[in-house]
């Protein structure tokens, strides 16, 4: 049985919902935030030594990182949600896949850092958010003409986009001026795999 150590309103949401995506069994441990500083709480560092979240365990295996850990049951599930079997879609499905973390959540978490610092931060931010706009804009024109990021169905690349465009659209300047991207979201709410995996996971404020 894998355990996910979920940590409230956390990339960890994008876990639950890919294991019900795949019909793995899986037992959720809940974690809240220090209400202060909005940080995991130690008892993460008995899991994993970074003290982060997602982490699941699989038996002996603990796995951490959120692209890891979707690769690692694209494995278990012996495919499902993985790469396409043809060469362009396969490396347009790794980019997405890396490029959720890599490129796309860097900006949007420094806004949320910035949003918190007085005075400061309110300039810096109107400074951040024109990189962020060129990523939205990007993304926008990639999902012309079609429902999903790589091919014609559901990937893990687009499970590991939602949770940087859920937060784009929460706080940072994804609106309806990007028609795709909304329709986008809203696609992905409202698959039943979605809901389930918001039921399991207790309350997620970027739904």
């Known amino acids: 049985m894998i355990t996910v150590h979920h940590l409230e309103n956390s990339r960890s949401q994008r876990i639950l919902w890919m294991l019900e995506e795949l019909g793995l069994p899986y037992e959720v ?6 209400p202060k500083t909005m940080l995991a709480p130690p008892e993460l560092r008995q899991v994993h030594p970074l003290g982060k979240s997602p982490v699941i365990q699989d038996g002996d295996t603990v796995v951490a ?12 599930a012996e495919g499902r949600l993985g790469p ?3 060469r362009d879609a396969t490396l347009r499905y790794r980019f997405f896949l890396h490029y959720a973390e890599g490129s796309l959540m860097p900006p949007l978490l420094v806004k949320l850092v910035l949003s918190r610092v007085p005075l400061f931060g309110k300039a810096a931010q109107k400074r951040i958010q024109p ?12 999902l012309a003409g ?10 893990a690349a687009d499970i590991m986009l939602s949770f940087p465009l859920e937060a784009a659209r929460s706080r940072a300047g994804l609106d ?7 329709a986008w979201l809203a696609r992905i709410h409202a698959r039943p795999a979605y809901q389930r995996a918001l039921e ?6 970027y739904a």
């Open 29 to 34: 441990k809940r974690y809240e935030r220090n």
């Open 200 to 205: 399991r996971g207790g309350p997620y404020a």
């Open 84 to 86: 396409p079997p043809h």
């Open 131 to 142: 990189m962020i706009d060129v990523h939205l804009d990007y993304l926008e024109r990639e």
């Open 65 to 76: 990182e959120t692209g890891a850990i979707i690769e690692y049951l694209v494995e278990k």
């Open 146 to 155: 079609s429902d999903w990021f790589v091919g014609d169905d559901l990937t």
């Open 176 to 182: 309806t001026s990007r028609p795709n991207l909304v």
